[in-house]
């Protein structure tokens, strides 16, 4: 019974069907057509693919850019001081660097109410002239040992020795005014 209906559904189609015969090179034709098709796919996908890849190929290389500049800075992060350039220049800091030791251990041992305000201000003046060593010591090892830096950083080693004298100068005239005060008081 199935047959029969099978047989019935293609009686009623039959003049339905495409029966002729394709033209001479079709076959060549389909062939091509789906190469075609396929290569665009190709194209397509392989472009997809492209940008797919494409932010995180950026991304990736920015990380390695980043790892090299960090690494290539640490190599160079040991700065000069005078103390690299010669050993005349390592014992000219060490004389500087003595003296500002005394110099600060004296302030210190001077440090009273009314002397206060002087000191912190001369100790934010050593803060900045610090500062501005660090700038020295990296203009240093950029120069190559340029004379004109050696020359700064001395230069710089000297304002902090006088601020130092000039605040012990100032403290020692507070210290002679503050008595000269109590002398004629109890006179």
Avoid at 40 to 69: C, E, H, M
Avoid at 137 to 164: C, P, Q, W, Y
Wanted: proline content about 2%.
């Amino acid at each position: 019974m199935k047959d029969d209906n099978i047989n019935q559904l293609f009686e009623k189609f039959q003049h339905d069907f495409d029966v002729e015969a394709p033209n001479h090179g079709h076959e060549n034709r389909f062939l091509e057509k789906l190469k075609a098709i396929n290569h665009a796919q190709d194209i397509a996908v392989a472009k997809t693919n492209k940008r797919l890849w494409k932010p995180f190929l950026g991304v990736a290389a920015s990380i390695v850019l980043l790892v090299t500049l960090a690494f290539g800075f640490n190599a160079n992060t040991e700065t000069q001081d005078l103390a690299s350039v010669s050993p005349e220049m390592a014992n000219t800091q060490n004389f500087f660097t003595s003296v500002i030791a005394e110099e600060l251990e004296k302030i210190n041992s001077e440090r009273t109410p009314e002397t206060e305000a002087l000191i912190e201000d001369a100790m934010l003046q050593m803060e900045t002239l610090e500062t501005q060593y660090k700038q020295l010591k990296l203009d240093l090892t950029e120069s190559g040992n340029d004379k004109r830096v050696i020359h700064a950083m001395i230069d710089n080693f000297g304002n902090r020795i006088n601020i130092l004298k000039s605040v012990l100068e100032n403290i020692e005239g507070i210290k002679t005014f503050k008595q000269d005060n109590n002398e004629t008081i109890t006179l």
